[in-house]
Each structure stands twice: as C-alpha cells, then as structure tokens.
C-alpha cells in the first residue's frame, strides 16, 4: 500500500472530491481523519471507509475559524498522534459562489487552507516532514466567465502553494496544487437544478471529450501524498482533460 502508516487530514470530506480522496486513501494505507461541516455527509464519508476495511474518524470544523482548525488537528493528535498528509479541499457552500459572494470565498477556499497548513506543518515537521496538497482549480489559472471571487480565491491557492512550498522544503515538507477541471460531482447540483444542459455545454470545451470524475483528482492527490512524488514541490498539477491547453475548435 503506497500511504501505509500515514496519517491524513482531509478537509471538505463529505462528498465530491473531498469523499473520494479519503476513500482513496484510506484503501492505501493511510489513517483518514475526515472534516465537514455537514456531520451527516462526514459521517456517512467515514463510515464508507470502514464498511471498506479502512481507518478513519470525523471531525466537524469549520475551516475558516481558527479555534476550529486548532480542534481539528488537535482532535487529529490525540486521535493518531499526529499528521503526515493535509489535502486542502474545503470550499464555501455553491450559492456563495454563483451569487459572486467574496467573504465566504476568500474565508474557506484561501484562509482556510492557510490555517490547516500552519497547523499541520509543526504536527508534520516533528514527524520528518510531510504532504500538503492542495486543490485549486483551472479558475485560477485562466479567465473564466462570472464567478470571479471563486477565480480569485483559487488563484491565491496556487500563489499560497509555491510560497509555502518555499519556506517549507527544509523542513521536508512538499507543498503542491491540483488544478481540476470540470469535475462531476454533488456540488454542481444547484446549478444542474436551473441549468440541466450545462455539462453538455462544458463537455465542449474539452479535448479529451468528457468531463472529469472524481476519481481523476484522488488518482492525482494518491500520487502527490506518496513517495512517488519525493522531488515535486511548489507544482501546479493540471488534471483538466486539456481545457487549458487551447481551444480545440480554434483553427484554420
């Protein structure tokens, strides 16, 4: 198993993304501790993992709040006696970010993963070093239409990783981004409510001619946290069906 004796934290672990990279790496090895706000979805994320054989407890944290990141890691130490691995996926609720809303964006998707990453790294440092990855997006990286403080939130992620990756590979402690694309799942439920074409509209733009599974980023997030990623810091992974490679239909 490629995450045997780790320990995980990953935050926003109730569903989508998050969901998958806790199962994912519960079946590697690795000692899950699974964040949310929503209990009922974190629980139900846990309880997977251990129906599956694995390890894993919930903790509720609100990532955007100090005293509850430090619950959260301090729940983590006595739960497993430390960390080894922090993925960064946490995001404010989907409204927030289709009504444009800047504080719940700026809050969850970049103070939130700079407070779990300062709480992780002494946890992490005092244990050799460590993973932290953390899930950004393709919004981040080039212009998308409309939902600009999600965009620019995420674009602060990429910029908080390289610097964090340059103050923490001393210590080693590797420090890389995931940049999804479209990505399948629950989140999108509000906007497939009043737009149900819209996937059909997005596949369009993607070279590889569908969107992305969760599976997809795990797969990615999998490799980063293992020690196949021993000489990666400071990257941006781009997991995006070559979305951002150009526009397929552009030509002469």
């Given amino acids: 198993m490629r995450l045997e004796g780790k320990i995980a934290v990953v935050t926003g ?89 800047w504080e719940p964006n700026l809050d969850v998707v970049l103070k939130g993963t700079y407070l779990c990453s300062l709480a992780a790294t002494p946890m992490m440092r005092a244990r050799g070093g460590g993973s932290i990855v953390n899930v950004a997006s393709v919004n981040g990286l080039i212009g998308l239409q409309g939902i600009h403080p999600y965009s620019a939130a995420k674009g602060g992620v990429i910029a908080l990783t390289k610097s964090m990756a340059v103050e923490l590979g001393g210590d080693k402690i590797r420090v890389n981004a995931i940049c999804p694309g479209t990505i399948q799942t629950e989140v999108w439920g509000p906007i497939l409510a009043e737009k149900p074409e819209i996937w059909d509209d997005l596949v369009k733009f993607y070279p590889l001619g569908r969107l992305g599974t969760v599976e997809d980023i795990a797969n990615c997030a999998l490799f980063l946290a293992s020690d196949e990623a021993s000489f990666a810091t400071g990257a941006i992974f781009t997991i995006d069906g070559g979305l951002t490679a150009g526009y397929k239909d552009f030509g002469i």
């Fill in 13 to 101: 672990a109730g569903r989508g993304i998050g969901k998958g990279v806790s199962m994912r790496f519960a079946a590697e090895g690795a000692r899950v501790v699974v964040d949310d706000l929503n209990a009922e979805n974190g629980e139900a994320t846990v309880a997977e993992i251990r129906d599956a054989g694995g390890d894993a407890v919930f903790v509720q944290a609100d990532i955007s709040n100090d005293e509850d990141v430090e619950r959260l890691f301090a729940e983590t130490q006595r739960a497993y006696g430390g960390v080894d691995l922090l993925v960064n996926n946490a995001v404010c609720a989907t409204h927030h970010i289709t009504e444009k809303r």
